[in-house]
């Protein structure tokens, strides 16, 4: 069974930075097809973020993200990262790890991030 376990979150100012870690278990995210970001702000759907396959080819992003968060993964500790910068308000939301794997669908239980002055 995977799991994922996220942390990192937090109150930063706009302007900041945070790096969220996603620590996955029972799996290898070597053979992972995907991992990746996704968040939920109140009232909204959740949405996926960034994203990066397997082959580590060309991580996608949300044109909300684009430029301003980066995903990285470190298979040697099976952990997947999202470092984002230049925060914004609208930014705030629970950032969940995401992975799908063997045709399922597998999230974390999610981390706040909230972006206020």
């Known amino acids: 069974q995977v799991q994922l376990v996220e942390s990192g979150g937090g109150l930063v100012q706009p302007g900041g930075s945070l790096r969220l870690s996603c620590a996955v278990s029972?799996?290898?995210?070597?053979?992972?097809?995907?991992i990746g970001w996704g968040r939920q702000a109140p009232g909204k759907e959740r949405e996926l973020a960034a994203s990066?396959?397997?082959?580590?080819?060309?991580?996608w992003y949300a044109d909300s993200v684009k430029g301003r968060f980066s995903i990285s993964r470190d298979n040697a500790k099976n952990a997947v990262f999202l470092q984002m910068n230049s925060l914004k308000p609208e930014d705030t939301a629970v950032y969940y790890c995401?992975?799908?794997?063997?045709?399922?669908?597998?999230w974390g239980q999610g981390t706040q991030v909230t972006v206020s002055s």
């Open positions: 995401w992975t799908r794997h063997n045709g399922d669908n597998y």
């Open positions: 029972g799996s290898s995210i070597f053979s992972m097809n995907v």
């Open positions: 990066i396959t397997s082959g580590d080819i060309a991580p």
